[in-house]
């Protein structure tokens, strides 16, 4: 069974950074696309960022590009999520995921494709 567990949110101005953490267990961790989903209130869960298996191709959605960072080090089991430059835009529940499987392409920009959830971790940003 893969437990997927988020850490690291939290209250921040804007302007400033956070570090998500999401430690996962089992042993195919490195086997799998990760990505990063984030849900504001009353709106659907949107796609972040995701990142290949050896970490060489990464997406992310475009209001994030050039201020958000994903990473893995499949040594630990862990992804993470470097924030940068918050937008009061940035407020919601991040969620980490893990893709169906270890193939890398556009297609892990959409929710429905991912098979395990996180539990996600609160992001405020105050302007």
């Known amino acids: 069974q893969v437990q997927l567990v988020e850490s690291g949110g939290g209250l921040v101005q804007a302007g400033g950074s956070l570090r998500l953490s999401c430690a996962a267990s089992?042993?195919?961790?490195?086997?799998?696309?990760m990505g990063w989903f984030r849900q504001a209130p009353a709106k659907e869960r949107e796609f972040v960022a995701s990142?290949?298996?050896?970490?060489?191709?990464?997406y992310y959605t475009d209001s994030v590009k050039g201020r958000f960072t994903i990473s893995r080090d499949n040594a630990k089991n862990t992804v993470y999520l470097q924030m940068n430059s918050l937008k009061p835009e940035d407020t919601g529940v991040y969620y980490c995921?893990?893709?169906?499987?270890?193939?890398?392409?556009?297609?892990?920009?959409?929710?429905?494709?991912?098979?395990?959830w996180g539990q996600g971790t609160q992001v405020t940003v105050s302007s």
């Open positions: 995921a893990r893709y169906r499987s270890g193939t890398m392409t556009r297609a892990t920009m959409t929710a429905s494709n991912y098979a395990y």
């Open positions: 089992g042993r195919t961790f490195s086997s799998y696309v």
């Open positions: 990142i290949s298996w050896s970490g060489g191709t990464i």
